[in-house]
């Protein structure tokens, strides 16, 4: 019951996760090496049900590294330049 509690309270956000196609296929795609391509990692974004959550989340988080969502990082900070 307690550990039940705590789960609720510190993962609500985070279920869409496992259903993230990427968790099957490793991280190293997701965060390449600065100007590696991102392209095999878009790829698989493509086959993901759960693309449109994942940007969301990243958007929302402001995460700064890696692909989400399809988009790599220098396309996410350009999708809020132009969305605000
Ligand atoms: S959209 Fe891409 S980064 Fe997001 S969960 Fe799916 S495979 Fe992973």
Redesign the pocket.
């Known amino acids: 019951m307690h550990i039940d509690t705590i789960t609720t309270i510190t993962s609500p956000d985070l279920d869409w ?1 496992q259903e ?4 099957q296929t490793g991280a190293d795609f ?1 965060f390449p090496e600065p100007g590696s391509s991102v392209r095999e ?1 878009k790829r ?2 493509g086959m ?1 049900a ?2 449109s959550t ?2 969301e989340y990243a958007l929302d988080n402001d995460e700064r590294f890696g ?4 988009l790599s990082e220098k396309e996410r900070l350009e999708l809020r330049r132009t969305s605000h």
Do not use: K, N, S
């Open positions: 996760q993230a196609l990427c968790a997701f990692a698989i974004c993901c759960i693309r994942c940007l692909v989400w969502g399809g």
